[in-house]
């Protein structure tokens, strides 16, 4: 059975760090596509960052260079080290994995099958 547990949110003021944590179990995540997404109240759910099977990495611009998308196969567990928060970075925040090769975009929610619950992250002045 597929699963895919977030942890690791919080509140913190701007200027902070967090790192999230996906805990991923029925599948290897070392031979999957994840990714992270976001949804604000009343925004649509964002791509924010992902990782191919292989290893390569891709960022939204609104993250790149503050955010780190990263794993550990033998954990099986994907990590999000979110630094330099902003206010507007305060969402509840998704790890995806998608079940075969991404057709289209890595950012696009239709790529990924799996989600996790999510863990809130909200960022205060």
């Known amino acids: 059975q597929v699963q895919l547990v977030e942890s690791g949110g919080g509140s913190v003021q701007a200027g902070g760090s967090l790192r999230l944590s996906c805990l991923a179990s029925?599948?290897?995540?070392?031979?999957?596509?994840m990714a992270w997404f976001r949804q604000a109240p009343g925004k649509m759910r964002e791509g924010i960052a992902g990782?191919?099977?292989?290893?390569?990495?891709y960022y939204a611009d609104s993250v790149k260079g503050r955010f780190t998308i990263s794993r550990d196969n033998p954990k099986n567990t994907m990590y999000l080290q979110m630094n330099d928060l902003r206010l507007e970075d305060t969402a509840m925040y998704y790890c995806?994995?998608?079940?075969?090769?991404?057709?289209?975009?890595?950012?696009?929610?239709?790529?990924?099958?799996?989600w996790g619950q999510g863990t809130q992250v909200t960022v205060s002045s």
């Open positions: 029925g599948f290897s995540i070392s031979v999957t596509h």
């Open positions: 995806a994995a998608a079940r075969k090769a991404l057709g289209g975009d890595w950012y696009a929610p239709d790529e990924y099958n799996y």
């Open positions: 990782m191919r099977a292989g290893g390569i990495t």
